[in-house]
């Protein structure tokens, strides 16, 4: 031991900890450890009365280092480093044992959790003495911030970023912005235009001036550090200027290729240069290289020909832009599960059987019908319509295990708008359950139902299938146990929601987790929800999780303030339990620099260099090195070895 003066505070937690360790039993016995002069327990460590305590036992007892053994250090080992900060010690002077999450809450029997928490804290008293008083290392900070994905999401956190002061680079892979919003026909609950609500904010982010958009662009590679990242951006090809485009039209009368329209989801075709949609942002024509005959040899020219304004040009390039940013926040939006996984429901085998964002356009006065409901297979207007439910959603043995959260309200909208347009209709809803846990969200569900007089079946569906111009559906009605069996005009199937293609891709650039379900994962579910486990890097809407749009825009402008309040500090702090070399038994072997998973370790004439604001002090790189010329600081093998001996000690 080093001669420290330690202290022991034992924490009760309430019941949390107390219902299960003898907190009184643990106080006691710590005080015999060499080097503790002073322990004692209280209710509720971290509340002021709490904190008071151990700041007046630091005084009484001339402390130099306290041990609070509470719940975990992602909680409360700020609150506490900040507490012995404040009695004159220094912050890395406190340290934290885990005895309700590690202990208290994985045991039942009291005296096997009494005794795990008295070794917890005894690990946490070795390490304290031979820890050394380390400050902060400062990081400067560049004031602008990356967006990557212009959904309503991104839309929203870009505004709120800008209004704020900071520059903003969005980010969006497709040619325009809107993301999912802008396909929608009405939202819930009130049924007004999704592109009348969106439209104006798309204008107000084209035309902001401390706002840069980068459409047909995508983040390749994130490097550096909270505060001060480097991104490179590929920005495709630009066939058409859009400073040039004057909307003619005149070059999609003239192609000769025709193409299925993504934006209508397939349920009508475009050219090969096309407007995507009438408020598209940037308002230009866009070209599709992958169907484009003017590219790579060029046998066709007829649209720049005819292009007086001269904004089309097939020589035109990629290229690579590098930004420096201080912050990064994600919202790279949802898809729908892939209909090659729903083979039983006939989705892309018949024609009449579509997913709830199909439906979404056939709705849409922009639609490819004009806002007429009418059948794919015969363009006439449907008397018998089902929405069938979870599709996808909530079957962990066959498709996805989580609820989407948003397809109840969707389908009560859709079978609403579908009454509204066919009032001699009839409309079918298979559930399993009703989720409408929003605002006026239960009122709406109940309107559908018995004002439209939606007739809403519990139950599965077993079996959809083409039956001459119908389409069959066989299901079972759970509450009466009888089977259903209902010829159709018309099938909509309300499919899980899943991340982005690109979802996956930028959590490995970005270096930030996933769940199990591969929706980007938060730091702490409750208390640092918008963030992620990379410093500086926040999450917005649907990557996140299934969600619907007001939460969405809520949870945008919460990450949108996040990376506000940290690049408003003048300077960045960096915990300083990082990784150091001792150069003299370095041999230059790379083994660390090849370990590293943050990349903040590098060779030097020979000899490897720790970047400190990278490293995050997991220790990988001791681990690899077979000189010990590398350790972690307060993480020394010294330290692990007495740790060891007195989690060991009986």
Not at 2 to 12: A, L, N, T
Not at 30 to 55: F, K, L, R
Not at 144 to 150: Q, T
Not at 168 to 185: D, F, H
Request: proline share 4%; hydrophobic share 40%; aromatic share 6%.
């Amino acid at each position: 031991m080093s001669g420290k003066r330690i202290g022991v505070f034992v924490c009760h937690c309430g019941n949390n900890i107390a219902g299960t360790v003898d907190v009184a039993q643990v106080a006691s016995v710590m005080a015999a450890e060499d080097g503790v002069v002073c322990t004692s327990d209280h209710a509720y460590m971290c509340s002021d009365p709490g904190q008071n305590a151990v700041i007046a036992a630091i005084k009484e007892n001339a402390l130099d280092g306290v041990v609070v053994s509470c719940c975990s250090p992602n909680l409360h080992e700020r609150t506490f480093r900040e507490n012995a900060k404040a009695a004159g010690l220094n912050a890395f002077d406190c340290e934290i044992a885990n005895i309700r999450e590690q202990c208290a809450w994985v045991h039942r029997d009291p005296g096997e959790a009494t005794e795990k928490a008295i070794r917890i804290s005894r690990v946490a008293v070795r390490r304290l003495g031979r820890n050394r008083a380390l400050d902060a290392i400062a990081i400067g900070v560049t004031r602008r911030v990356l967006v990557v994905g212009a959904g309503i999401a991104g839309i929203q956190a870009s505004l709120d970023l800008a209004a704020a002061g900071l520059e903003v680079v969005l980010v969006e892979r497709q040619a325009t912005i809107g993301g999912r919003m802008m396909g929608l026909s009405e939202t819930f609950p009130t049924l007004d235009c999704s592109q009348c609500v969106l439209s104006p904010r798309m204008v107000e982010v084209a035309r902001h001036p401390r706002i840069t958009l980068m459409v047909s662009s995508e983040v390749e590679k994130v490097s550096g550090y909270v505060g001060n990242f480097q991104v490179r951006i590929r920005r495709q090809a630009a066939y058409v200027d859009p400073d040039l485009c004057k909307l003619c039209d005149d070059c999609a009368q003239v192609c000769p290729v025709v193409a299925p329209n993504e934006y209508e989801l397939g349920l009508s075709a475009r050219r090969a240069i096309f407007m995507p949609y009438p408020q598209a942002i940037p308002a230009t024509y866009t070209l599709d290289a992958a169907s484009c005959l003017g590219l790579n040899p060029v046998v066709c020219g007829k649209c720049r020909d005819v292009c007086e304004a001269g904004a089309i040009a097939y020589d035109r390039k990629p290229e690579t832009v590098v930004e420096q940013v201080g912050a990064v926040v994600v919202a790279t939006g949802f898809d729908l599960y892939g209909q090659q996984q729903l083979g039983e429901y006939g989705l892309g085998a018949i024609e009449d059987v579509l997913d709830g964002l199909q439906f979404e356009r056939l709705c849409s006065a922009s639609g490819p019908t004009k806002g007429k409901i009418l059948r794919p297979s015969d363009h006439r207007a449907p008397k018998d319509v089902v929405f069938i439910q979870c599709v996808g959603s909530r079957d962990p043995a066959r498709h996805c295990a989580w609820c989407s959260k948003i397809c109840c309200m969707y389908t009560a909208k859709h079978a609403k708008l579908f009454k509204h347009q066919v009032p001699d209709g009839r409309a079918y809803v298979f559930y399993i359950d009703i989720r409408s846990g929003g605002k006026g969200y239960e009122e709406f569900v109940q309107g559908v139902m018995e004002e439209d007089e939606v007739m809403y079946l519990r139950g599965r569906v077993s079996r959809v299938y083409q039956d001459g111009d119908k389409v069959r559906v066989f299901g079972t009605d759970t509450l009466s146990g009888q089977n259903v069996e209902i010829a159709a005009d018309l099938v909509v199937l309300a499919l899980a929601m899943q991340p982005s293609a690109g979802t996956a891709a930028i959590a490995k650039t970005l270096k930030i987790s996933r769940d199990k379900d591969g929706f980007l994962a938060e730091a702490h579910p409750k208390l640092r929800p918008v963030e992620s486990v990379t410093a500086g890097v926040f999450l917005a809407g649907t990557a996140q999780g299934p969600k619907d749009i007001p939460e969405t825009v809520a949870q945008a402008s919460a990450a949108a303030a996040k990376a506000i309040g940290l690049l408003s500090q003048p300077q960045l702090s960096h915990a300083p339990t990082v990784a150091a070399v001792r150069s003299r038994l370095c041999t230059g072997c790379r083994m660390c620099v090849d370990t590293c998973p943050y990349d903040a370790i590098r060779l030097v004439n020979g000899k490897a260099v720790v970047t400190d604001v990278l490293c995050e002090g997991c220790g990988s790189c001791v681990t690899s090195c077979l000189r010990a010329a590398i350790q972690v600081k307060n993480s020394t093998p010294l330290q692990m070895k007495e740790m060891i001996e007195a989690v060991l000690r009986v």
